[in-house]
């Protein structure tokens, strides 16, 4: 009867085991099925797409017919529109107190690179570390402020909060971090999240054996912390810098509220897809070209960093 049991709990197992493993390799062909699909589209001339119904084939490279898309895949002609056209004007006034403010932007792609780059990398790095010291301060010293600060995280990641952006946008503008880099980096040193709790349970699982013996040598907290704790969690804190990089990179609403006048590539994209008056860019394969231009980039860097980053997690070798 055990036996019987046995068996049978091995063979549901394995029926689990496949269909996890099918709906996996199910999703990832259909991710690379729409890359695939979005680079070949934006490749293509829109009166080919449009016009001649040519969703799902390939580019039509023939040149002796009326309609082709040689320009487009061998001079790369959709993406030379979007970097031509790739502009974004505005002005912005607002009342800090009862003084009115008005910022003006006049921002071309090499403005909007710079500005992604700034709150991409920028962002990712606060939101990668500042958990971290977070975690590392409530798992290795537990006080009673410790324990209030896990609470008070906990009940932010479980309570709601909604209405909230009126009263933190006047803040923010009475204080004078609205619409500028430092400003959104301020607003993100929070160290909560649930990365704290990530970073919380692997700190609590390294042995205090190093801390208690670097004491003994003489290290300070701070060397403790930076030296020995940080550099052993360097591959999660890695991880989650990527993920918050690939996160910031495509996040177009919070330029859109807090940065208006300091447009990123993805809030670019979004403008000339959604809102731009300019007629080139309602055409889909165009419109397409200027979202493969924020996603190779984020292909490529995963694709140089991936063996790094998704390393085994290590809780360090001293022996119980």
């Given at each position: 009867?055990?036996?019987?049991?046995?068996?049978?709990?091995?063979?549901?197992?394995?029926?689990?085991?496949?269909?996890?493993?099918?709906?996996?390799?199910?999703?990832?062909?259909?991710?690379?099925?729409?890359?695939?699909?979005?680079?070949?589209?934006?490749?293509?001339?829109?009166?080919?797409?449009?016009?001649?119904?040519?969703?799902?084939?390939?580019?039509?490279?023939?040149?002796?017919e009326p309609v082709n898309s040689t320009a487009e895949f061998f001079q790369l002609a959709n993406y030379q529109i979007?970097?031509?056209n790739f502009n974004y004007k505005r002005t912005?006034?607002?009342?800090?107190?009862?003084?009115?403010?008005?910022?003006?932007?006049?921002?071309d792609f090499v403005t909007m690179l710079v500005n992604t780059l700034l709150y991409t990398v920028g962002g990712a790095v606060i939101y990668a570390f500042m958990p971290a010291l977070t975690a590392y301060l409530c798992a290795k010293y537990p006080y009673k402020l410790s324990k209030a600060l896990f609470v008070i995280?906990?009940?932010m990641m479980s309570m709601p909060i909604v209405g909230n952006y009126p009263t933190e946008l006047t803040f923010l503008r009475d204080t004078q971090l609205y619409d500028n880099i430092l400003g959104n980096y301020i607003q993100k040193m929070t160290g909560s999240g649930m990365y704290f709790f990530v970073y919380y349970a692997?700190?609590?699982?390294?042995?205090?054996?190093?801390?208690?013996?670097?004491e003994i040598d003489g290290a300070s907290q701070t060397t403790i912390m930076f030296g020995i704790y940080f550099p052993l969690a360097i591959k999660m804190i890695s991880t989650v810098f990527l993920i918050q990089f690939v996160n910031l990179w495509n996040d177009y609403q919070t330029p859109l509220m807090y940065l208006p006048t300091h447009p990123t590539l993805a809030f670019g994209v979004y403008y000339v897809s959604y809102q731009a008056?300019?007629?080139?860019?309602?055409?889909?394969?165009i419109r397409i070209a200027g979202c493969m231009m924020l996603a190779i980039p984020i292909i490529i860097i995963?694709?140089?960093?991936?063996?790094?980053?998704?390393?085994?997690?290590?809780?360090?070798?001293?022996?119980?």
């Open positions: 009867m055990q036996k019987q049991n046995k068996i049978s709990k091995g063979v549901i197992t394995k029926i689990v085991m496949i269909v996890l493993f099918s709906a996996l390799v199910l999703y990832t062909l259909i991710i690379i099925g729409t890359l695939c699909w979005g680079l070949l589209t934006s490749l293509k001339n829109y009166r080919e797409f449009e016009n001649m119904g040519n969703v799902m084939g390939l580019p039509n490279l023939n040149a002796d979007i970097w031509s912005e006034p607002f009342y800090s107190g009862t003084m009115k403010i008005v910022h003006y932007c006049d921002a995280y906990l009940m692997y700190f609590q699982g390294v042995s205090n054996t190093y801390r208690e013996a670097a008056l300019n007629p080139t860019f309602y055409h889909t394969p995963f694709v140089i960093f991936k063996d790094r980053l998704m390393g085994d997690v290590s809780l360090g070798g001293i022996k119980e």
